[in-house]
């Protein structure tokens, strides 16, 4: 019998045998369930869309992330307790990896306790760890959260996309791209250092394989220039030097950015794209990061004399940035008409007043989206959105 003095240990005892690390996901939930004490439990991932929350066994049915207690454990990330048939009681804990939602854990009991609680997050911990460091070469993971083959250039670009969400208890980056299958130019990046939040949105010309190509070059060319400290100037620079040299006629738009941690000053330079939105205390400041266009990157011989230029401003306290791909305020809402900038900044401003999670907000808004637009949306769609808080706070 497993007891509140003996249950951590068995756990310890099944982690520190090197044969259990090969086991598979399913094997070792049920391990380590037991080790625990608890009755049972099951992973359920979200979707490549965040539509649903979808089990590692086939034994039960995918919930809908929008309309069930695990979907709003997984919306909110936070506990949620439920009957369930047999007469006891399910608990649903949110699978997070830092910040970013993986999905959320099903624990059955027959009554929860402040033990069985605890122990219940503790799995979910563990299993938010091993779904993050399995999914890269399980390919059992991706076939079950998608539900559509995908297209070859969507194939390459989300091998080189990061997750989705990142951040600290000061600073979040969240990102959303659409159509998920069908995915042409448009990627985003975002990393973070001990001082820094770097992110980028990017728009390749076209929507076949050579659109892939180039946003996924570019994207390299600015991990390449980050990892050895590169200033912003000289990151792009290293953009437009890797596209004019391997695919010299292909170009790409985009935003990228550095956000100091500490000051809150965000730098950023704007190649040929859409400028970014500023939402402070609930607000669209017009204009404030509207600066006169650059050329695409890819052009170097189009800013070859005084070299890329770039801007800075200071957030405030809880201010929040958007970047975006003109696939998003060209698309369509329900009434026929086009999102455009001001109803797309309404709708963020109006999540942020009822408290929504930054990565809930961008979800929420996709889907809004899609469906108004059931056969696809004209072009590809990503928002970026970060959002900054000081250190002090």
């Not at 999905?103 to 306790?113: M, S």
């Not at 060209?330 to 009822?354: K, M, P, Q, V």
Request: include cysteine; aromatic fraction near 4%; charge should be negative.
């Amino acid at each position: 019998m497993v007891t509140a003095d003996n249950g951590e240990g068995l756990l310890e005892e099944f982690l520190a045998d090197p044969e259990n690390a090969t086991l598979d996901l399913a094997t070792t939930v049920a391990r380590c369930t037991k080790a625990l004490g608890l009755q049972h439990a099951v992973v359920y991932l979200v979707d490549l869309q965040q539509r649903e929350l979808v089990p590692l066994t086939d034994v039960v049915p995918a919930l809908p992330v929008d309309d069930s207690l695990a979907g709003w454990a997984y919306r909110t990330q936070a506990l949620r307790v439920q009957d369930n048939d047999t007469g006891g009681l399910t608990a649903w804990f949110p699978l997070v990896d830092g910040a970013e939602r993986l999905g959320v854990l099903a624990v059955h009991a027959a009554a929860l306790t402040p033990v069985s609680l605890r122990r219940g997050r503790a799995l979910a911990a563990l299993m938010a760890m091993l779904v993050t460091s399995k999914r890269a070469y399980k390919d059992s993971f991706v076939r079950r959260t998608r539900s559509e083959p995908m297209r070859l250039p969507a194939e390459m670009l989300r091998a080189f996309l990061p997750p989705r969400t990142i951040g600290t208890g000061h600073v979040v980056s969240t990102a959303v791209l659409e159509p998920a299958y069908e995915l042409g130019g448009d990627a985003f990046d975002h990393s973070l250092t001990e001082t820094t939040l770097h992110a980028a949105v990017i728009d390749a010309m076209g929507h076949d394989l050579a659109a892939g190509l180039t946003s996924a070059v570019a994207l390299a060319a600015c991990r390449n220039a980050r990892r050895t400290g590169a200033d912003l100037p000289e990151l792009v620079h290293n953009v437009d030097t890797a596209l004019s040299r391997w695919l010299p006629d292909q170009f790409c738009t985009g935003v990228l950015t550095q956000l100091d941690l500490a000051s809150g000053m965000l730098r950023w330079s704007n190649c040929g794209h859409p400028a970014p939105l500023l939402i402070r205390d609930q607000r669209l400041l017009v204009d404030a990061m509207v600066r006169e266009a650059e050329p695409p990157m890819g052009l170097p011989d189009l800013v070859a004399e005084g070299g890329r230029r770039c801007h800075e401003i200071a957030l405030e306290p809880g201010d929040r940035v958007l970047m975006y791909t003109d696939g998003v305020t060209e698309s369509r809402t329900h009434d026929g008409t086009e999102l455009g900038l001001n109803r797309f900044a309404d709708y963020i401003i109006r999540a942020t007043a009822a408290g929504e999670l930054a990565s809930e907000t961008l979800r929420r808004l996709i889907r809004s989206l899609l469906g108004a637009q059931p056969d696809r949306l004209r072009d590809d769609a990503t928002i970026l959105l970060l959002e900054w808080w000081p250190p002090h706070r």
